[in-house]
């Protein structure tokens, strides 16, 4: 199961995620303000989640019911560079 980037990355600028993830499938998405995993490339090794200085990656199965919209919207967003 893929990690998400949820509400808390909206705005923020700070790459820790990126730099850290060793799968690289972590992106900017320029136009939505954050960052989004693809999830086709996710390892699932959480290191991101760790690395994140807003709490904002959540295993898709736990990403909380008030930002459910991010885990189809990181999947479209990370598809849409390709």
Do not use: K
Not at 14 to 35: K, T, W
Not at 37 to 58: L, T
């Amino acid at each position: 199961m893929a990690h998400v980037i949820g509400e808390p990355c909206v705005g923020v600028t700070n790459a820790a995620c990126v730099e850290v993830c060793p799968a690289a499938c972590i992106h900017a998405a320029p136009r939505s303000g954050q960052y989004v995993i693809d999830p086709d490339g996710c390892i699932d090794c959480g290191v991101c989640a760790a690395a994140c200085p807003v709490e904002a990656i959540f295993e898709a199965t736990e990403v909380p019911e008030a930002w459910q919209r991010f885990v189809p919207l990181n999947a479209r967003l990370a598809r849409s560079r390709s």
